[in-house]
C-alpha cells in the first residue's frame, strides 16, 4: 500500500527539548511538507522540500529545522526555540514535475504536547 | 488579507438536506482548486479537486466561478457521516504554493 506515515502518533515533551517527527512516504513524490494546525484552526506552513537536499522555509519556521537526504523522508526537528509547540502536525506530499505542483497527500500526524 | 477565505460555521442541517459551502480567493493567478474533508483530529483528506467546468462525484459538486474568485461544494442528501470540516485548497503555480482554508464545520444531524 503506498502512502505516508508518521511517527510517533503522539509525542510528549519537556519544555527546552528538542524532539524529531518523522515523516516517510513510498508514493515516489518529490515534494514534501510539514504543517502545522491548532485547534479550530487551518493548516500553517512549516517547511517545504521539492527535491531532495533543498528545503524552503513556509509561513512560520522559526524554532523549527528539517532535512532531506533521501526523498522519501522529510523529519522535522522542533527545538527548544519554538515557543509555543503544542499543536497537530501534518506531513503531507505531492508530485512536482518543476513546473506544476499536484494534489497534496496527507500523513496521519503526530500530535505534539509540551508539558 | 488571508489568501483563502471560509465561512467557518458551524452548518447545522438535519440528514437528507442539502448544504452548500463557497470559499473565496484573493489572487487571480491561482489556477488550480481542491476541497478536502477533515475529520475530527484526523488528517485533511482529499474529496475532490474543482475544474473550471464544474464536477460532480456523486452527492458532491464543486464549482468555479473565476470571474467572482469563488469555488463553491454542494452536497446533496447530507448523510450522518458528512459531518466534518470541509478545507478548500488553492494551489499559485507561479509561487509553488498551496493555500489552505481554515475550514468550514458540517454537522448532519438524524
Known amino acids: 500500500d503506498g502512502g505516508i506515515t508518521q511517527s510517533p502518533k503522539y509525542l510528549f515533551r519537556k519544555e527546552g527539548q528538542n524532539v524529531t517527527l518523522s515523516c516517510e512516504q513510498n508514493?515516489?513524490?518529490?515534494?514534501m511538507y510539514w504543517y502545522r494546525q491548532d485547534p479550530g484552526q487551518g493548516l500553517r506552513l512549516i517547511y517545504y522540500s521539492q527535491i531532495v537536499n533543498d528545503f524552503q522555509k513556509g509561513d512560520i519556521a522559526e524554532g523549527y529545522s528539517v532535512s532531506r537526504e533521501k526523498k522519501e523522508s522529510f523529519p522535522l526537528t522542533v527545538t527548544s526555540a519554538q515557543k509555543n509547540p503544542t499543536a497537530f502536525y501534518l506531513c503531507?506530499?505531492?508530485?512536482?514535475?518543476?513546473?506544476?505542483?499536484?494534489?497534496?497527500?496527507f500523513g496521519p500526524g503526530t500530535r505534539l504536547t509540551v508539558l | 488579507r488571508k489568501e483563502v477565505e471560509q465561512d467557518p460555521g458551524p452548518f447545522n442541517v438535519p440528514e437528507g438536506a442539502t448544504v452548500a459551502f463557497n470559499c473565496t480567493y484573493s489572487?487571480?493567478?491561482?489556477?488550480?482548486f481542491f476541497w478536502y474533508r477533515q475529520d475530527c483530529r484526523k488528517e485533511p483528506k482529499l474529496l475532490m479537486s474543482?475544474?473550471?467546468s464544474g464536477n460532480e462525484d456523486g452527492r458532491f459538486t464543486a464549482q468555479l466561478n473565476r470571474a467572482s474568485q469563488y469555488i463553491s461544494l454542494l452536497i446533496r442528501d447530507s448523510k450522518l457521516s458528512d459531518s466534518a470540516t470541509y478545507l478548500c485548497?488553492?494551489?499559485?503555480?507561479?509561487?509553488?504554493?498551496?493555500?489552505f482554508g481554515s475550514g468550514t464545520k458540517l454537522n448532519v444531524k438524524p
Open positions: 508514493l515516489n513524490h518529490d515534494a
Open positions: 485548497v488553492v494551489i499559485l503555480y507561479n509561487f509553488n504554493k498551496f493555500y
Open positions: 503531507a506530499s505531492s508530485t512536482w514535475t518543476g513546473q506544476e505542483l499536484d494534489t497534496q497527500y
Open positions: 474543482v475544474y473550471s
Open positions: 489572487n487571480s493567478a491561482s489556477q488550480s
